[in-house]
Protein backbone atom coordinates (compact mmCIF):
# COMPACT_ATOMS: atom_id res chain seq x y z
CA UNK A 1 0.00 0.00 0.00
CA UNK A 2 1.55 3.32 -0.89
CA UNK A 3 0.23 6.78 0.80
CA UNK A 4 0.44 9.98 -0.73
CA UNK A 5 -0.98 13.17 -1.11
CA UNK A 6 -3.56 14.11 -3.27
CA UNK A 7 -3.43 16.43 -6.37
CA UNK A 8 -5.94 17.58 -8.91
CA UNK A 9 -5.40 14.65 -11.43
CA UNK A 10 -6.51 12.63 -8.78
CA UNK A 11 -10.14 14.38 -8.48
CA UNK A 12 -12.55 11.94 -10.73
CA UNK A 13 -11.15 9.05 -9.24
CA UNK A 14 -11.75 10.41 -5.89
CA UNK A 15 -15.05 11.32 -6.02
CA UNK A 16 -15.65 8.25 -7.78
CA UNK A 17 -14.32 6.61 -4.16
CA UNK A 18 -15.74 9.24 -1.90
CA UNK A 19 -19.43 8.87 -3.32
CA UNK A 20 -18.82 4.47 -3.38
CA UNK A 21 -17.27 4.21 0.14
CA UNK A 22 -19.99 6.26 1.83
CA UNK A 23 -22.80 4.83 -0.01
CA UNK A 24 -21.82 1.76 0.53
CA UNK A 25 -21.61 2.27 4.40
CA UNK A 26 -24.44 4.44 5.03
CA UNK A 27 -26.35 4.33 1.74
CA UNK A 28 -28.97 2.17 3.20
CA UNK A 29 -30.30 4.83 5.93
CA UNK A 30 -31.22 7.81 3.27
CA UNK A 31 -33.86 8.50 0.52
CA UNK A 32 -32.15 8.52 -1.97
CA UNK A 33 -32.93 11.90 -2.74
CA UNK A 34 -31.23 13.02 0.65
CA UNK A 35 -28.03 10.70 -0.51
CA UNK A 36 -27.79 12.13 -3.90
CA UNK A 37 -28.11 15.47 -2.09
CA UNK A 38 -25.40 15.15 0.19
CA UNK A 39 -22.93 13.48 -2.46
CA UNK A 40 -23.40 16.19 -4.77
CA UNK A 41 -22.44 18.86 -2.68
CA UNK A 42 -20.12 17.20 -0.09
CA UNK A 43 -18.83 14.89 -2.95
CA UNK A 44 -18.20 17.05 -5.51
CA UNK A 45 -15.33 17.46 -8.07
CA UNK A 46 -14.85 21.05 -7.33
CA UNK A 47 -14.63 20.80 -3.56
CA UNK A 48 -12.31 18.03 -3.59
CA UNK A 49 -10.52 20.32 -6.25
CA UNK A 50 -10.75 23.08 -3.58
CA UNK A 51 -9.44 21.45 -0.65
CA UNK A 52 -6.81 19.64 -2.51
CA UNK A 53 -5.56 23.16 -3.17
CA UNK A 54 -5.95 24.42 -0.12
CA UNK A 55 -3.22 24.95 2.19
CA UNK A 56 -4.86 24.55 5.54
CA UNK A 57 -6.33 20.77 3.96
CA UNK A 58 -4.40 18.01 3.45
CA UNK A 59 -6.58 15.13 1.05
CA UNK A 60 -4.25 11.71 1.25
CA UNK A 61 -4.56 8.87 -1.05
CA UNK A 62 -3.95 5.15 -0.41
CA UNK A 63 -3.33 3.35 -3.54
CA UNK A 64 -2.58 -0.22 -4.31
CA UNK A 65 -0.84 -0.80 -7.68
CA UNK A 66 -2.80 1.41 -9.79
CA UNK A 67 -6.33 1.33 -7.42
CA UNK A 68 -7.30 3.65 -5.21
CA UNK A 69 -8.15 1.91 -2.35
CA UNK A 70 -8.88 4.34 0.79
CA UNK A 71 -8.91 8.18 1.11
CA UNK A 72 -8.26 11.27 4.25
CA UNK A 73 -9.04 14.40 4.51
CA UNK A 74 -7.92 16.91 7.05
CA UNK A 75 -8.41 20.60 7.63
CA UNK A 76 -6.05 22.41 9.99
CA UNK A 77 -7.70 25.56 12.08
CA UNK A 78 -11.00 24.29 11.56
CA UNK A 79 -13.33 22.79 14.29
CA UNK A 80 -16.71 20.79 14.31
CA UNK A 81 -19.86 22.93 15.83
CA UNK A 82 -21.18 21.98 18.84
CA UNK A 83 -18.03 21.58 21.00
CA UNK A 84 -18.00 22.56 24.46
CA UNK A 85 -15.68 24.82 26.01
CA UNK A 86 -13.00 25.21 26.70
CA UNK A 87 -12.55 24.85 22.57
CA UNK A 88 -9.02 23.77 21.51
CA UNK A 89 -6.97 26.46 19.92
CA UNK A 90 -5.47 25.23 16.83
CA UNK A 91 -7.51 22.10 16.08
CA UNK A 92 -7.59 19.67 13.52
CA UNK A 93 -10.79 18.22 11.79
CA UNK A 94 -10.28 14.91 10.60
CA UNK A 95 -13.14 15.25 8.05
CA UNK A 96 -13.72 11.96 6.17
CA UNK A 97 -11.25 8.62 6.42
CA UNK A 98 -13.33 6.12 3.96
CA UNK A 99 -11.49 3.08 2.36
CA UNK A 100 -13.06 0.60 -0.43
CA UNK A 101 -15.89 -2.20 0.92
CA UNK A 102 -13.16 -4.46 -0.18
CA UNK A 103 -10.09 -3.12 1.13
CA UNK A 104 -11.87 -2.67 4.87
CA UNK A 105 -9.63 -4.04 7.61
CA UNK A 106 -6.58 -3.94 5.60
CA UNK A 107 -4.77 -1.11 7.81
CA UNK A 108 -5.45 1.81 5.59
CA UNK A 109 -7.77 3.69 8.49
CA UNK A 110 -4.80 3.36 10.85
CA UNK A 111 -1.95 4.61 8.16
CA UNK A 112 -4.05 7.59 7.45
CA UNK A 113 -4.78 8.50 11.55
CA UNK A 114 -0.45 8.12 12.14
CA UNK A 115 -0.23 10.15 9.15
CA UNK A 116 -2.94 12.67 10.59
CA UNK A 117 -1.58 12.50 13.99
CA UNK A 118 2.27 13.55 12.79
CA UNK A 119 0.86 16.09 10.34
CA UNK A 120 -1.25 18.16 12.93
CA UNK A 121 1.84 18.01 15.33
CA UNK A 122 3.59 19.60 12.93
CA UNK A 123 1.81 22.31 12.40
CA UNK A 124 1.32 22.87 16.50
CA UNK A 125 -2.61 21.82 16.37
CA UNK A 126 -3.77 21.17 20.24
CA UNK A 127 -6.40 18.54 19.46
CA UNK A 128 -7.93 16.38 16.14
CA UNK A 129 -12.14 16.35 16.14
CA UNK A 130 -13.95 13.97 14.01
CA UNK A 131 -17.63 13.06 14.21
CA UNK A 132 -18.50 9.10 13.62
CA UNK A 133 -22.00 7.75 13.42
CA UNK A 134 -23.36 7.32 16.72
CA UNK A 135 -24.27 3.46 15.62
CA UNK A 136 -20.73 3.09 13.68
CA UNK A 137 -19.57 0.62 16.57
CA UNK A 138 -16.46 -0.69 14.52
CA UNK A 139 -15.51 3.11 13.91
CA UNK A 140 -16.20 4.08 17.57
CA UNK A 141 -13.57 0.84 18.43
CA UNK A 142 -10.95 2.08 15.81
CA UNK A 143 -10.95 5.94 17.22
CA UNK A 144 -10.55 4.62 20.68
CA UNK A 145 -7.62 3.19 20.53
CA UNK A 146 -6.10 5.91 18.92
CA UNK A 147 -6.80 8.29 22.11
CA UNK A 148 -10.46 9.80 21.21
CA UNK A 149 -13.19 10.38 23.59
CA UNK A 150 -16.27 11.53 23.24
CA UNK A 151 -17.00 15.14 23.80
CA UNK A 152 -20.43 15.83 22.32
CA UNK A 153 -23.26 14.44 20.71
CA UNK A 154 -24.08 16.87 17.43
CA UNK A 155 -26.40 16.36 14.33
CA UNK A 156 -24.95 15.28 10.96
CA UNK A 157 -27.55 15.87 8.06
CA UNK A 158 -27.62 13.88 4.81
CA UNK A 159 -30.17 16.18 2.44
CA UNK A 160 -32.75 16.48 4.65
CA UNK A 161 -32.29 13.63 7.11
CA UNK A 162 -30.56 14.44 10.69
CA UNK A 163 -28.14 11.04 11.88
CA UNK A 164 -27.32 11.67 15.74
CA UNK A 165 -23.35 10.99 15.59
CA UNK A 166 -20.83 11.87 18.26
CA UNK A 167 -17.90 14.49 18.48
CA UNK A 168 -14.72 12.78 19.33
CA UNK A 169 -11.61 14.74 20.49
CA UNK A 170 -7.88 13.81 20.73
CA UNK A 171 -6.04 16.69 22.71
CA UNK A 172 -2.52 16.66 21.20
Known sequence: ?????????????????????????????????????FLDVHRAPEKFAADIASPDA???????????IGYCVAFFGESFEGRPEPQP????MLSQLYCAHEATGRGIGAAFME???????ERGCDAIQLSVYSENFGAQR????????????????VGNHRDDEFLLERRL
Open 1 to 37: MNLRHANAADVPALVDLSRASFTDAFGHLYDLCDLAA
Open 58 to 68: SVMLAEEGDEL
Open 115 to 121: VVIAEAR
Open 89 to 92: SNPC
Open 142 to 157: FYERYGFTKVANIDFW
